[in-house]
């Protein structure tokens, strides 16, 4: 799924595979998958028409069968007509948002399995399990300085639990180089995949939310964005025939593009890591269980930090904003609480009213509807000191001061008011100030789904100098 490829074949509608048009099948795992026909799916016409096709279906030069799903035609171009002469074919081009490789459907509703496996980028690095013996391996003896031994036993999968009917794995695999009569050269590779299997079938796009759902545990693990190198789909309901009366599943090869990826990019070894798997294996099954039970709830403010994950070192006046709007949504879906009891807020409201003119009971009702929310600054507070750890301390620094700082800039850059100009922080004391939210939140998030304080707090310790040396005097 990294690498470009163009595709020759005919392309017809499931529901009309008489009509087959030639074409070409472009991937870019950056700007996606686009179709150019030579023709019309639906017959040749003169006049442009913009409609859009939820399923094409495609055989190639190859004979392998493809499915391209959600597809929007962003151009036509009709045939040219010349007197007593033959007239050409109109020509139109789809974006496709799903390439799967190996399977035909008649519409969306066959589009279901109960398995997805993915070749993450870092993660065999996050997990570290090798099965090469890098103690014996290439050990020379000095009495046989002409042998070399390389010794290899596959790892043992590892499975836990995302939910009562969905199991995670991490599968290794090993591939090896050919045997030939003259041997030269011997490699022998191992990956890992992270797979999703369900009791159940689900469709595609649930899948792909478990599978991302993960994505996003290992983006705050590496600190740093993440993507599928491949994605492979499966179910009981896709199998082949092998001509012996025996039926295997189908395994699918899923397309998709990813703006974050970068060709040749270096992956992380565990010490650049804000943690690995060996630093919380131990507590791996109830956090990674966790992550997955609150996912939903807190999804929107995790959205708002990867993001900042995917931009890279891009930043900007939005880029604190978002992270501000992440701590503010976080709080009030985990702690569910109000300025004052709800029922004495209630009573108070109803006194209010009692002794106040009718005229003013609307614009009353409206401030009493918001009234007992709790601000940005108490919010930042409770953050600051519910998930504090020796190293946050140290890189947050004076947190009134720090939690005054947020407030006042994220008030001046959503009103620009000039009351709020001074003290609103700007250029790189705002970028200062936005690394140190997102560290807060990060931490946030690891503890609220069950890291140990202390741990994580070593773990920051060991990193300090890469990620927070500019945040805090060590």
């Given at each position: 799924m990294t690498e470009?490829?163009?595709?020759?074949?005919?392309?017809?509608?499931?529901?009309?595979?008489?009509?087959?048009v030639y074409g070409i099948l472009s991937f870019d795992p950056i700007e996606g998958t686009e179709l150019e026909l030579y023709g019309s799916l639906l017959g040749d016409k003169f006049q442009p028409e913009f409609t859009n096709q939820e399923i094409i279906l495609g055989i190639t030069s190859n004979g392998e069968q493809i499915?391209?799903?959600?597809?929007?035609?962003?151009?036509?171009?009709?045939?040219?007509?010349?007197?007593?002469?033959?007239?050409?074919?109109?020509?139109?081009?789809?974006?496709?948002?799903?390439?799967?490789?190996?399977?035909?459907?008649?519409?969306?509703?066959?589009?279901?399995?109960?398995?997805?496996?993915?070749?993450?980028?870092?993660?065999?690095?996050?997990?570290?399990?090798?099965?090469?013996?890098?103690?014996?391996?290439?050990?020379?003896?000095?009495?046989?300085?002409?042998?070399?031994?390389?010794?290899?036993?596959l790892p043992e999968n590892i499975e836990f639990q995302i939910n009562n009917n969905t199991k995670g794995k991490f599968i290794f695999r090993v591939k090896q180089s050919d045997h030939t009569r003259y041997q030269k050269a011997v490699t022998v590779s191992q990956s890992v995949e992270f797979q999703v299997i369900s009791d159940n079938?689900?469709?595609?796009?649930?899948?792909?939310?478990?599978?991302?759902?993960?994505?996003?545990?290992?983006?705050?693990?590496?600190?740093?964005?993440?993507?599928?190198?491949?994605?492979?789909?499966?179910?009981?309901?896709?199998?082949?025939?092998?001509?012996?009366?025996?039926?295997?599943?189908?395994?699918?090869?899923?397309?998709?593009?990813?703006?974050?990826?970068?060709?040749?990019?270096?992956?992380?070894?565990?010490?650049?890591?804000?943690?690995?798997?060996?630093?919380?294996?131990?507590?791996?099954?109830?956090?990674?269980?966790?992550?997955?039970?609150?996912?939903?709830?807190?999804?929107?403010?995790?959205?708002?930090?990867?993001?900042?994950?995917?931009?890279?070192?891009?930043?900007?006046?939005?880029?604190?904003?978002?992270?501000?709007?992440?701590?503010?949504?976080?709080?009030?879906?985990?702690?569910?609480?109000?300025?004052?009891?709800?029922?004495?807020?209630?009573?108070?409201?109803?006194?209010?009213?009692?002794?106040?003119?009718?005229?003013?009971?609307?614009?009353?009702?409206?401030?009493?509807a918001f009234g007992n929310n709790l601000n940005l600054h108490s919010r930042l507070t409770e953050l600051a000191d519910k998930y504090s750890n020796i190293v946050l301390d140290k890189i947050l620094g004076e947190k009134s001061q720090f939690v005054l700082d947020v407030k006042n800039s994220r008030n001046y850059y959503t009103h620009y008011s000039k009351e709020g100009q001074k003290k609103a922080l700007k250029d790189v004391e705002l970028f200062y100030l936005s690394e140190k939210l997102k560290i807060l939140l990060v931490c946030s998030f690891l503890i609220e789904v069950g890291f140990d304080r202390d741990k994580l707090s070593k773990s920051l310790d060991s990193i300090k100098w890469k990620y927070f040396n500019h945040l805090a005097n060590w």
């Amino acid at each position: 799924m990294t690498e470009r490829f163009k595709i020759t074949g005919e392309w017809f509608m499931p529901t009309n595979k008489e009509n087959r048009v030639y074409g070409i099948l472009s991937f870019d795992p950056i700007e996606g998958t686009e179709l150019e026909l030579y023709g019309s799916l639906l017959g040749d016409k003169f006049q442009p028409e913009f409609t859009n096709q939820e399923i094409i279906l495609g055989i190639t030069s190859n004979g392998e069968q493809i499915t391209l799903y959600s597809c929007t035609m962003t151009k036509f171009e009709g045939a040219a007509v010349f007197v007593k002469g033959e007239s050409g074919k109109p020509s139109t081009t789809y974006s496709v948002d799903y390439l799967l490789k190996g399977l035909h459907v008649q519409d969306s509703t066959e589009l279901v399995f109960n398995q997805i496996s993915s070749d993450l980028f870092n993660l065999g690095e996050w997990i570290g399990i090798s099965g090469f013996d890098q103690i014996n391996n290439f050990f020379i003896d000095t009495s046989k300085k002409d042998i070399t031994k390389i010794e290899y036993k596959l790892p043992e999968n590892i499975e836990f639990q995302i939910n009562n009917n969905t199991k995670g794995k991490f599968i290794f695999r090993v591939k090896q180089s050919d045997h030939t009569r003259y041997q030269k050269a011997v490699t022998v590779s191992q990956s890992v995949e992270f797979q999703v299997i369900s009791d159940n079938e689900k469709s595609m796009s649930e899948l792909l939310k478990d599978l991302f759902t993960f994505q996003g545990f290992l983006s705050l693990a590496l600190y740093k964005s993440t993507y599928p190198l491949s994605i492979t789909l499966s179910g009981e309901k896709h199998k082949r025939d092998c001509g012996n009366g025996e039926f295997y599943r189908k395994a699918i090869k899923l397309y998709l593009s990813f703006r974050n990826f970068k060709p040749n990019e270096k992956p992380k070894i565990d010490k650049e890591m804000i943690f690995s798997y060996w630093k919380i294996k131990s507590d791996f099954s109830s956090i990674i269980y966790n992550w997955y039970s609150k996912y939903e709830l807190l999804e929107p403010a995790f959205d708002l930090v990867f993001e900042q994950f995917y931009n890279g070192n891009s930043f900007s006046v939005n880029t604190f904003l978002n992270l501000a709007q992440s701590a503010e949504t976080f709080h009030a879906r985990v702690h569910n609480h109000t300025r004052i009891p709800r029922d004495q807020y209630k009573k108070m409201k109803e006194d209010i009213l009692k002794i106040t003119p009718n005229e003013y009971h609307t614009w009353l009702n409206d401030q009493f509807a918001f009234g007992n929310n709790l601000n940005l600054h108490s919010r930042l507070t409770e953050l600051a000191d519910k998930y504090s750890n020796i190293v946050l301390d140290k890189i947050l620094g004076e947190k009134s001061q720090f939690v005054l700082d947020v407030k006042n800039s994220r008030n001046y850059y959503t009103h620009y008011s000039k009351e709020g100009q001074k003290k609103a922080l700007k250029d790189v004391e705002l970028f200062y100030l936005s690394e140190k939210l997102k560290i807060l939140l990060v931490c946030s998030f690891l503890i609220e789904v069950g890291f140990d304080r202390d741990k994580l707090s070593k773990s920051l310790d060991s990193i300090k100098w890469k990620y927070f040396n500019h945040l805090a005097n060590w």
